[in-house]
């Protein structure tokens, strides 16, 4: 909002008099760009890195263990144990579920 209210009581630090309510619509543009390089910049930079993850490990569940439940799959318990919720698991179509820790 720097860009819209500012008023020029003295010279300015970065050498812009006034903001866009003042006479200076250019600093809006500025702030403006400013703003969508960040946004490009932090898009990219996200893309990269996931698929820089991408290449030592899945970035997404497999579709059998989306369709049984990430619960399941990630944690090897139920959610919703009863109730409308709750699914009936099978064992023989999921990879076997981690064994907490200290459990043998």
């Given at each position: 909002?720097?860009?819209?209210f500012?008023?020029?009581?003295?010279?300015?630090?970065?050498?812009?008099?006034?903001?866009?309510l003042?006479?200076?619509?250019?600093?809006?543009?500025?702030?403006?760009?400013?703003?969508?390089?960040?946004?490009?910049?932090?898009?990219?930079?996200?893309?990269?890195?996931?698929?820089?993850?991408?290449?030592?490990?899945?970035?997404?569940?497999?579709?059998?263990?989306?369709?049984?439940?990430?619960?399941?799959?990630?944690?090897?318990?139920?959610?919703?144990?009863s109730?409308?919720?709750?699914?009936?698991?099978?064992?023989?179509?999921?990879?076997?579920?981690?064994?907490?820790?200290?459990?043998?």
């Open positions: 909002m720097e860009s819209v500012r008023k020029k009581r003295e010279k300015a630090w970065n050498g812009v008099a006034d903001g866009l003042f006479g200076n619509p250019g600093q809006l543009f500025v702030q403006a760009v400013a703003v969508g390089v960040a946004i490009l910049y932090s898009a990219l930079g996200t893309f990269l890195l996931l698929k820089l993850v991408g290449l030592f490990t899945p970035l997404r569940a497999t579709p059998k263990e989306e369709g049984a439940g990430l619960d399941v799959a990630q944690h090897g318990e139920e959610a919703y144990a109730g409308e919720e709750a699914i009936l698991v099978l064992s023989e179509g999921l990879p076997p579920a981690p064994k907490p820790a200290g459990k043998a």
